[in-house]
């Protein structure tokens, strides 16, 4: 960093820079240091890219698929089972590598989920309830239908799978969604982030009540007091992501005990980080003002920055308030959001598609009822609870459809809503024990997923012709 202050002459110059990158370069004055914040500004526009990071997640369900059918499965599936952990003293803490991915990791995921459902109940589109009740009751319908599909092909022990097609990857959908580009509205879009974000609160309902296993009691009373210490902590107005890490940790490790699956320790934790921040906001401006004035006496463009003890105690003070601005829950986001998208979602993706077809017999799965279930109950299942719902809500004078959303939009929306991954894999884990049936499962999870996205895609695009076709009619 150079020495040479902000000369009155420049401080025209800085306020007529409207971008962040600008005014980076402006600041720092070493060419080698301006490079590689245009890489990290390059890097930040390919993760914020939700397209990117769901055909991240395509590729690595896809190469799983090729790894299981190759010579290379024997390895990786030793890889999968390979235990890791850690031993200190007396203590030993190990887990099967799949376990880890399925239990710990995606618990990082569902802190991530559980961050975007209390920002939409925060300041999004959920602290509106009239607003937010069309998608989140079109949800309930795209939920029920497809679990009455799967029963409705499967009884007895493969009922268990019946909530297998009821989940939407948010990912996926909205990755899909944004290869329309103009072609779905904004407003389409919102409507069908609230209505996943609905969906997603169904579906953790679902995992919590009906796939946990039979419930430690002493474990669970240990969940719960760390709970009340999360609780403790909020009501304290502790502003740290460090005791909430630490109580997160602790909270996993009493619900991977207790009976109750894991991963909703991510939830849980998420709902106790502040959404305020400890600083007053209306008093920043003002209070900054007076701490460059005191950055300017203290600063002596005679000397080196090694020198300058009151200077850079100054901006320390100046580096440690601004931290304070974002909230810890943004904060929380901002450091895991890459982890998620790019390397435990990938990973998930990879170790949950090993679909192995070498000596299995094809014509048995795609018989198979819990195949046939799951597929229907996504494909046709999803688009028609959505949009029956919706159509009924609309019709009977209940909720009107947002603006610039029509019913081709809701009719995509549908579609697209059978795009189910990460959630619906989990549970078909969970529900079966059978591993054939688990592969059956995963195979119409994909299928699905792929069928899907095609018939969305191609949807929206046939309807704009026909339309456009229309248009063209009428105007001659």
């Known amino acids: 960093m150079t020495n040479k202050p902000v000369s009155e002459e420049d401080i025209p110059e800085i306020s007529q820079l409207d971008d962040v990158e600008s005014r980076r370069r402006f600041i720092f004055d070493e060419p080698a240091v301006i490079r590689r914040l245009e890489q990290r500004s390059a890097f930040e526009g390919i993760t914020s890219n939700g397209t990117i990071a769901a055909a991240c997640m395509v590729f690595a369900a896809i190469l799983a698929v090729i790894v299981a059918n190759s010579p290379a499965y024997e390895i990786v599936e030793n890889v999968l089972e390979a235990k890791v952990g850690f031993i200190l003293g007396p203590i030993v803490a190990e887990i099967p590598f799949v376990e880890f991915v399925n239990d710990m990791l995606m618990a990082v995921f569902f802190l991530l989920v559980g961050i975007e459902l209390k920002y939409e109940m925060t300041v999004g ?6 607003q937010a009740a069309l998608p989140m009751l079109a949800a309930v319908g795209g939920v029920a239908v497809p679990a009455l599909i799967f029963l409705a092909f499967n009884r007895g022990e493969t009922s268990s799978g019946w909530a297998i097609p009821i989940a939407t990857d948010i990912a ?25 974000i609905a969906d997603d609160i169904l579906a953790i309902v679902v995992l919590a ?99 300058q003890h009151d200077f850079t105690d100054d901006a320390n003070i100046v580096e440690r308030v601004m931290h304070h601005v974002t909230p810890p829950l943004h904060r929380a986001e901002r450091n895991i959001s890459v982890l998620v998208n790019f390397v435990i979602l990938p990973l998930f993706a990879f170790v949950n598609a090993q679909v192995r077809f070498v000596g299995v017999d094809m014509g048995a799965i795609v018989s198979n009822s819990v195949t046939i279930g799951a597929f229907v109950g996504a494909v046709v299942g999803k688009p028609v609870g959505i949009i029956l719902v919706t159509f009924v809500l609309v019709r009977v004078g209940f909720a009107k459809l947002p603006r610039n959303v029509d019913w081709v939009q809701v009719t995509a929306v549908g579609i ?44 929206v695009r046939v309807a704009e012709a026909v339309l456009s076709s229309r248009r063209r009619k009428e105007a001659a």
């Open 125 to 130: 589109q959920l602290r509106r309830p009239r």
């Open 172 to 196: 996926f959908a909205l990755g899909v969604m944004s290869l329309l580009g103009n072609r779905i509205a904004p407003e389409t879009k919102v409507f069908f982030q609230t209505l996943a």
């Open 209 to 307: 009540l009906f796939y946990g296993q039979t419930p430690n009691i002493a474990w669970c009373a240990a969940s719960l007091g760390v709970v009340l210490v999360l609780a403790l902590l909020n009501g304290a107005r502790v502003y740290s992501l460090k005791p909430y890490a630490v109580a997160g940790i602790a909270l996993w490790v009493c619900m991977f005990n207790s009976g109750i699956h894991a991963t909703l320790a991510g939830v849980i934790l998420a709902f106790f980080l502040p959404a305020k921040t400890d600083i007053r906001l209306s008093a920043l401006h003002d209070w900054l003002d007076v701490w460059a004035v005191e950055l300017d006496d203290t600063y002596d463009d005679e000397a080196h920055v090694l020198g």
């Open 416 to 459: 697209m809503g059978g795009l189910g991954f990460t959630m619906s894999i989990l549970i078909a884990g969970l529900a079966f024990p059978d591993p054939m049936l688990v592969m059956a499962a995963k195979c119409a999870i994909l299928a699905g997923s792929v069928t899907s996205a095609v018939l969305g895609i191609v949807y």
